[in-house]
């Protein structure tokens, strides 16, 4: 939500706002972003399967190759969601699938877009997180990351997963999971704008 100093822009010629009476808000500046440090795992997670992603490769080559190279080591909160996504990729892509509307596929979406989808997938249909907080997290980092009308897609996209996600019973006064490590769940509409046309970020930028 905007703040009330935000700075509304007007649309150009020709463009439509996402949702009615919807306004465009200048974007923020996320260089100097402060993250918690779960929101950074997420980021250096979606850093890893955009490489596999770029690179057609199994996620965990692109994690040993990775350590290879020398680069930072992984997070354990990322390392849990890359397993996570390595064991269940199949379903996750599937359920992703199944929630696209129109004659979008999991395959036309951004890279960006399509594993951030993943991440937040995982954490709803495989751990007890809070699903405000999964879709949170996505957007925020989707706002970041990508554009506009991709923070609305997948906002309408993850919230008809949502819709899908089977009752997990908590413990009364249980703090929300996010704030700990994720615990494994067990067994467990508008029609989005066209974003084909959004360039692909440089995954150096996406892990920092």
């Known amino acids: 939500m905007s703040q ?7 649309l150009a010629h020709g463009e439509h706002p996402p949702v009615p009476d919807a306004v465009k808000i200048a974007s923020t500046d996320f260089a100097e972003a402060h993250h918690s440090t ?24 692109t994690m ?3 350590t290879e190279q020398g680069e ?3 997070r354990d909160f990322t390392r849990q969601i890359l397993d996570g996504y390595s064991e269940h990729g199949h379903e996750i892509n599937e359920h992703i699938d199944r929630a696209l509307t129109g004659e979008w596929t999991l395959e036309r979406m951004s890279r960006v877009d399509r594993n951030l989808a993943r991440i937040a997938v995982w954490e709803l249909d495989f751990t007890t997180i809070d ?6 997290e996505a957007m925020e980092l989707a ?8 923070v609305t897609f997948l906002n309408g996209l993850l919230a008809r997963i949502a819709e899908e996600r089977p009752a ?5 006064g249980a ?8 615990e494994p769940a067990g067994d467990a509409s508008a029609e989005p704008a066209d974003n084909g046309a959004v360039a692909e970020q440089d995954s150096e930028n996406i892990g920092q």
């Open 131 to 136: 699903l405000k907080v999964a879709i949170s």
């Open 168 to 172: 997990i019973p908590t413990a009364p």
């Open 64 to 66: 040993a190759r990775r």
């Open 38 to 61: 779960r929101t950074k795992a997420r980021k250096q997670a979606l850093d890893v399967l955009f490489q596999a992603d770029l690179r057609n490769e199994a996620v965990h080559r």
């Open 175 to 182: 703090e929300v999971p996010d704030a700990g490590p994720v």
């Open 72 to 74: 930072p080591a992984l």
């Open 143 to 150: 706002n970041e990351l990508s554009n506009d009308e991709s």
């Open 4 to 10: 009330p100093d935000d700075e509304i822009i007007p």
